[in-house]
């Protein structure tokens, strides 16, 4: 992540809680296989085997929105949906009505 936005970052009410989380990053940069930037494993990825709902925020910045396009083309039969006029932090009443639609379907 470039300086300038973890510089942004700090200043944002929720910096306490990305400081929280920070320890678990090295983890999610190791079961990712990332070792000098994040990458979609797409190898692992087209092995999910269960219904997968891929989201991101129409509000989004491309550098999160892309991945997660990638996610959803790599998943087999994945379904990719962008929440209009969301950010990375999506609001919590546009998001529950589309969870429970999704695991509300009927599996095979």
Not at 20 to 28: F, I, R
């Amino acid at each position: 992540m470039p300086a300038e936005m973890v510089d942004q970052m700090r200043g944002a009410p929720v910096w306490p809680a990305f400081e929280a989380v920070a320890p678990t990053l090295a983890h999610d940069a190791a079961a990712l296989g990332a070792t000098t930037g994040g990458s979609v494993p797409v190898e692992v990825l087209a092995e999910v085997a269960v219904p997968a709902l891929v989201l991101d925020g129409g509000a989004s910045p491309e550098l999160l929105r892309a991945p997660a396009r990638e996610v959803a083309a790599a998943v087999p039969g994945a379904e990719y949906r962008t929440l209009a006029g969301q950010t990375h932090e999506v609001a919590a009443d546009v998001l529950a009505p589309v969870l429970a639609e999704f695991f509300a379907r009927p599996t095979a």
